[in-house]
């Protein structure tokens, strides 16, 4: 205590009768020197002082321990390896490997390739028997096309889930183990473990209301639509619960970046409080720069399959809402419209809850902590800490914590407006489209029409009774 009052005593003296250029190369020969005492006492090199460890060793009993991200998201991935929607696997307890894997040998990718297989079979056979349907039809109208077009559109995300989906696998994998890693990081930095207690209960009550919705949905079309017969409900259910099941995650992750945040930041605040928290900011300046890059690469790792997710919603919606309204014009309002339009009220939720999600990760890792920093009183803390301060900033705005479809596409609330802009251009063309069909339409009647009654005034003419 006698040697902090010192400490103390002499700073003070320094400030009064130093300028500020020595009190900076004072400061600096100080900091130096204690780094250099802490590699002495560590025998490490002095590379370690310009750069950071990227890993961090641990015992991987410690990591599934401290994996409160895992243990309260497990249900929605298992979920997922039972629809073969993503077989990625969780390595054994105590083996010594990444703790998430995907290997395309796994017995989970077996069960993919067979469940994948049965329910390609079944969406073929309905896809095929409403083409025939269609082509025996002897009404070919546009309309018609359109409203075929629809269903197909719903099977479309099943057959690219290949493509899509289990070739991100590696990168899907990635992302989970970088969250086990930055837990532990976090437990190290800040001596207090990450946890999640509402996750868990929102990722049971998510799964359930995934298949829920699904048979909602479907059911609705089976009632609401004359053509679609209760065995082709069979071939969209998994469709539906596949994409809210991606809805889900969406909305899972976003939810645990934004209770990372909250507790990073009171830890933030936290460190303000102690004398000269330069050394300990730099750590936390790491920490937030890994928050960030897991949220880029939940985008990267999922890029293909919410990419074909927002445009499949966004040619759903407009081809679903050209439908509803043509039909309404023509024929007036009926079952079959209602049904149409709960197509686009489903679509139009699953955009908004992924878009409106990302905004609040975005702003939670973001924007809070530029604020944060930014009413630091940087008068009161030393030079050291300043530019520690200063350099957090540059990281965040250097590293921006923006959800990214792997350089496609930016998720956030700008996509939904855009989208919102582009459905109305296509509908107004389409709907222009439909008005001239439909004075073609009135014009070949009324032609019709004046024919019809001039060959009957001339036969009445010519045959005078």
């Known amino acids: 205590m006698i040697h902090s009052q010192m400490e103390d005593a002499g700073y003070q003296i320094r400030q009064q009768v130093l300028n500020p250029n020595q009190r900076q190369q004072l400061e600096d020969n100080r900091r130096i020197k204690e780094q250099m005492e802490q590699l002495q006492k560590e025998n490490a090199s002095p590379t370690r002082l310009y750069l950071r460890k990227m890993k961090v060793q641990a015992d991987v009993n410690l990591l599934d321990h401290h994996d409160s991200f895992y243990h309260t998201t497990k249900s929605l991935l298992v979920l997922f390896q039972i629809m073969g929607v993503m077989p990625i696997v969780r390595s054994p307890p105590g083996v010594n490997m990444p703790r998430t894997t995907f290997n395309w040998g796994s017995r989970a990718f077996i069960w993919a390739y067979l469940i994948y297989a049965i329910e390609t079979v079944y969406v073929v056979l309905v896809a095929k028997e ?50 086990t890693d930055y837990q532990y990081k976090y437990l190290v930095v800040t001596g207090k473990p990450i946890v999640f ?37 069979f071939a969209y259910y998994h469709i539906i619960a596949m994409l809210n099941g991606l809805c889900s995650l969406w909305f899972v992750n976003c939810t645990a970046f934004g209770e990372a945040s909250k507790a990073f930041a009171a830890e933030l605040s936290n460190i303000f409080a102690t004398d000269r928290p330069a050394d300990k900011l730099t750590e936390y300046r790491h920490l937030w720069v890994d928050l960030s890059h897991m949220m880029q690469q939940l985008g990267k ?7 074909i997710y ?15 309204l043509s039909e309404i014009i023509e024929h007036g309002a009926t079952y079959k419209e209602v049904g149409l339009f709960v197509i686009v009220f489903y679509c139009m ?31 009161a803390v030393d030079k050291a800490t300043q530019k520690e301060v200063e350099m957090f900033l540059v990281a965040i705005d250097k590293n921006p914590p923006t959800m990214n479809l792997d350089g496609y596409a930016n998720i956030n609330r700008g996509l939904i407006t855009s989208n919102v802009s582009f459905m109305a251009t296509y509908l107004v063309v389409l709907m222009q489209f439909k008005l001239t069909l439909l004075r073609q339409s009135a014009k070949k009647a009324l032609i019709a029409s004046l024919t019809t009654n001039l060959t009957n005034i001339a036969a009445a003419k010519t045959n005078p009774q």
């Open 130 to 179: 409403r083409i025939n349907k269609f082509i025996s039809n002897s009404d070919k109208r546009f309309d018609e096309v359109i409203y075929n077009v629809i269903f197909f559109s719903i099977m479309v995300p099943h057959f690219l889930l290949p493509t899509a989906s289990w070739r991100n696998g590696a990168e899907v994998a990635k992302f989970k183990n970088m969250w």
């Open 197 to 233: 207690p509402k996750l868990y209960p929102i990722t049971w009550a998510l799964c359930v209301v995934s298949w829920g919705v699904s048979f909602a949905v479907i059911m609705s079309q089976y009632y609401l639509q004359p053509d679609f017969q209760l065995w082709h409900t």
């Open 301 to 307: 790792a999922y890029s293909n399959m919410y990419g």
């Open 310 to 324: 927002c445009l499949v919603i966004f040619f759903t919606t407009i081809i679903a809402t050209y439908g509803a």
């Open 349 to 379: 939720s699953l955009l908004f809850i992924i878009c409106n999600e990302a905004h609040h990760a975005s702003k939670r890792v973001g924007l809070n902590f530029q604020e944060r920093l930014l009413n630091v009183n940087l008068t």
